[in-house]
């Protein structure tokens, strides 16, 4: 890192950021997504857009790496490959509907795709042309939010049910679930160690799961709310994102109260509470070092069309002894 005060990217995207994600070995490389249209990758180090790119002809809304390349989707139903350096495009295949959100198997070369059709499609991404999708799977409801980690994929869908996969085998998920929390999933995010996932909701809770056979007790928490002056009734903000450091497993939250907040799912504890940002949190994620977070700052738009303040990304230097959880000595 270049510093050791956060600091603000450089030509940020000029509408709403719909995910940031750093690289998977690259610790300065971050790609983005938003409703301006564009894929965008940036040198987080240099603080320069090292690339920008106008294929999607509506918002894009789902982004992830690969082998060697990026995938997008978005609102025009396409699904994307950025190759040569993210300077050429390749239409892999479409949706008969919105694509809501992206994830690669990395070990497996399998694209995954949900869409407000109500599908989930899994594509052989080393294919050079276009062609049908490997798998589609109907769901019951519009797919919402996805995460891939090793040989798993869960599907949070509208409402609260989720499914977890296995990447290889794609015929039956392995679990189907339904929150344990009261109000619609907003992003799901699985645990490194694949031992279960973490869920977060409109209504300011956050849930944390374990799968079958683990030995460890499911919780959910309130979060993102602020008391009210007014009545004594809190301020409830929707939980936007999840995001887990790739060393010590801990996670942040962000959410429309424009706070990032950073807690140690084994203690059950907040570790910290970052200072609030202009805007609700849209996407949060950790380098591969786990040295910096990067923050997008952008309106959800949950109070309808207002003013807001512009939208941003952020860069974070993270400490090792911040995410550590408490206790722990290596």
């Not at 995460?147 to 998920?173: E, H, N, T, W």
């Not at 999933?185 to 799961?209: H, I, K, N, W, Y």
Request: with cysteine; glycine share 8%.
């Amino acid at each position: 890192m270049n510093s050791q005060m956060q600091y603000e990217l450089a030509q940020p995207p000029s509408d709403g950021i719909s995910q940031v994600l750093f690289h998977p070995t690259d610790a300065s490389q971050l790609l983005v997504g938003s409703w301006d249209q564009q894929v965008r990758v940036y040198d987080t180090d240099a603080n320069r857009l090292v690339s920008s790119h106008h294929e999607h002809k509506a918002a894009v809304l789902g982004i992830a790496y690969g082998n060697d390349c990026a995938f997008s989707g978005g609102l025009d139903r396409r699904l994307l490959a950025w190759e040569g350096g993210y300077t050429q495009t390749r239409e892999i295949g479409r949706h008969d509907g919105e694509v809501s959100a992206v994830e690669f198997a990395l070990a497996h070369n399998i694209l995954f795709s949900g869409s407000w059709d109500r599908t989930l499609r899994a594509w052989d991404a080393r294919l050079q042309t276009r062609a049908a999708a490997i798998a589609t799977l109907a769901m019951d409801e519009r797919v919402y939010s996805m995460s891939a980690q090793g040989d798993l994929l869960a599907v949070a869908l509208a409402g609260r049910k989720l499914l977890i996969y296995d990447a290889r085998k794609l015929d039956s998920p392995l679990e189907v679930r339904e929150s344990s929390l009261k109000y619609p999933t907003r992003c799901v995010q699985l645990m490194p160690d694949c031992a279960g996932f973490v869920g977060s909701s409109v209504e300011g809770r956050v849930a944390v799961e374990y799968f079958h056979g683990v030995d460890r007790q499911n919780y959910a928490f309130k979060c993102h709310r602020q008391p009210s002056n007014d009545d004594g009734v809190d301020m409830v903000y929707p939980v936007n994102a999840v995001a887990f450091h790739p060393v010590h497993h801990t996670f942040v939250t962000g959410g429309s109260d424009g706070v990032v907040s950073l807690w140690d799912p084994d203690n059950k504890k907040r570790l910290k509470q970052y200072q609030g940002y202009a805007a609700s949190i849209s996407s949060l994620s950790f380098n591969v070092s786990g040295n910096a977070l990067a923050v997008a700052s952008s309106y959800t738009y949950e109070e309808g069309e207002k003013d807001h303040p512009p939208d941003a990304i952020w860069i974070k230097p993270i400490s090792d002894t911040e995410t550590k959880p408490k206790g722990r000595k290596s």
